[in-house]
Structure formats: C-alpha cells, structure tokens
Nanobody
C-alpha cells in the first residue's frame, strides 16, 4: 500500500517559485503514474500535471504549461512539481495522487487514483 506525503508549500509573491515534493513509501514508486491536483475552497479539485511511469513523459493542464514542470526521482521514491512564474490564481491546496493501474486517457481524472497525499498549501500573494 503506497503512502504519499507532500511538502514544499508556502507563501510566495507573484512571479516567484516553489518546488513541491511528493514522497512515497510502501511501494516501488517507479511503477506508478503520478498526478498533481489542486483545490480551492468551494471548487472541485482540479488536475494540474501528471507524469508517467519510469522516466515520464509528463503532461500539463493548459493554465500551467510553460510555468510548471513535473519530474521524478525514482531512486528517492519522489515526484516533484516545480512551479515558476506563480500567479495569485495558483493559490490552492496541492495534492499528489498515484496509481499503478490508471490508464493514459484517465490520468487527468481524480477517479483514476486510489492513493492520495494529505495536501500542501500554496499561497501566492503580495
């Protein structure tokens, strides 16, 4: 049973950067597809990015393309979300999710993932 822990959130000014980490235990993480979602109060959880098994590739929702990069270090059982040029609308709780069975066409859907972290708050504000 894989367990996920996110870290790296915080308060940052617009235009700044943060790197979120998602660390896994209890499984061989390289066998899992991993996604990042985010949620603001009163809204549905939103897909942000995903990375395939092994060494990738990665996928992004349009609003973060060119600003966010997802990567993984399988030796460390970790997936990262590098967020640059942050905007106030990026403010949310960010969650990582993992699945060994989600199919490619469902990688952006919450229902494809059975393992979730507890979330980490990202606040972009001056």
């Amino acid at each position: 049973q894989v367990q996920l822990v996110e870290s790296g959130g915080g308060l940052v000014q617009p235009g700044g950067s943060l790197r979120l980490s998602c660390t896994a235990s209890g499984a061989t993480f390289s066998r899992y597809r991993v996604a990042w979602f985010r949620q603001v109060p009163g809204k549905d959880r939103e897909y942000v990015a995903a990375i395939n098994r092994g060494t990738g590739p990665s996928y992004y929702t349009d609003s973060v393309k060119g600003r966010f990069t997802v990567s993984r270090d399988n030796a460390k059982n970790a997936v990262y979300l590098q967020m640059n040029s942050l905007k106030p609308e990026d403010t949310a709780v960010y969650y990582c999710a993992a699945s060994a069975t989600v199919i490619m066409s469902q990688m952006g859907s919450q229902s494809g993932y059975g393992h979730w972290g507890q979330g980490t708050q990202v606040t972009v504000s001056s």
